[in-house]
């Protein structure tokens, strides 16, 4: 009888908390969807497969893993010196038992640039990122590639930040590991305020690179400033996670996306106006799906309140 009571208890108090609730919209429903940690499950071994990537950007930890000894036989298979490789923008995870993957950093010699025709202001070293799966006992290079996009001159005006690999690998489906990482890039000014981190999924097939998500913005910043008090700024902030759907083999990649502007006015005595600030904030969520080739995806560039 005691049991009796208390279940219907149970269930009257469930009941009245949800005539109280406000109904939640799809948008809201699947945003709190993405930002839990289920889980789903790998092969025969019931191994758990964490399905959220990264739920906001200061959650994201980097993989700490670097062996100096391998990086060094690495660097004599590709008959470069050890000392032209960037440190602090080199990064390593262990991809399986027999490979390691590595983003890395080189200075090139050969590149020469100015800023301007009359060759008055050299732009210095030329910093070029390559990808490489190497084998973890010899670091004789199994694939190996350039990235174009994430070569920058010291002197230039927008410069890249070391490219951070997450921790966890990330598990497309139930048997393909991915490699995922960002990269920051930003403007060296005072005036325009620009950064924008740029996110990959790499994975090794048939011993070749295979970016299946190349440089999603996980975040954008865009404004002006006066140098001072006063500035307009937007900026995008994302989590992502694996949707429960395949679509060519693939779990579809669900992102949250929130959009906040900022605006503050420095009080200015002479006129006579007063401080003042503004904040603004929009949610939206995108699901991208693996096409076969890759997660293909339409660059968004659209202000949803700068003007």
């Not at 420095?266 to 076969?292: A, H, P, R, T």
Request: glycine share 4%; with cysteine; net charge negative.
């Amino acid at each position: 009888m005691k049991k009796t009571i208390l279940i219907s208890t149970v269930l009257m108090f469930l009941f009245s908390c949800g005539k109280n609730e406000k109904v939640k919209n799809d948008a809201e429903t699947q945003y709190e969807e993405l930002l839990s940690e289920t889980q789903a499950h790998l092969g025969h071994n019931k191994k758990p497969l964490r399905k959220l990537i990264f739920k906001n950007l200061d959650e994201i930890e980097d993989s700490k893993e670097m062996n100096l000894n391998l990086l060094s036989k690495v660097a004599s298979n590709l008959k470069i010196k050890y000392s032209d490789i960037k440190m602090k923008e080199t990064s390593s995870i262990n991809y399986d038992e027999q490979t390691v993957f590595f983003v890395l950093t080189t200075v090139s010699h050969e590149k020469k640039a100015f800023r301007t025709s009359d060759d008055d202001e050299e732009l210095g070293n030329y910093f070029q990122r390559k990808y490489l799966f190497v084998n973890r006992e010899d670091g004789s290079i199994i694939a190996e590639e350039f990235d174009d996009n994430l070569g920058y001159y010291d002197n230039e005006a927008i410069q890249f930040s070391k490219s951070h690999i997450l921790k966890d690998l990330v598990f497309l489906n139930e048997t393909t590991p991915a490699i995922a990482f960002y990269t920051e890039a930003n403007a060296s000014s005072r005036i325009v305020l620009y950064s924008e981190k740029k996110f990959t999924l790499i994975t090794l097939v048939d011993n070749e690179i295979k970016k299946v998500l190349y440089e999603y913005p996980i975040r954008l910043t865009n404004g002006d400033s006066n140098g001072s008090g006063t500035f307009e700024i937007e900026t995008l902030e994302t989590g992502m996670s694996l949707s429960d759907h395949k679509t060519n083999g693939y779990f579809d990649l669900i992102i949250s996306k929130n959009f906040y502007y900022e605006e503050a006015i420095e009080s200015d005595v002479v006129n006579g106006s007063e401080e003042k600030s503004d904040l603004k904030i929009k949610k939206e969520l995108e699901k991208i799906k693996y096409n076969g080739r890759e997660y293909a995806f339409h660059r968004d560039d659209k202000h949803r309140f700068l003007e």
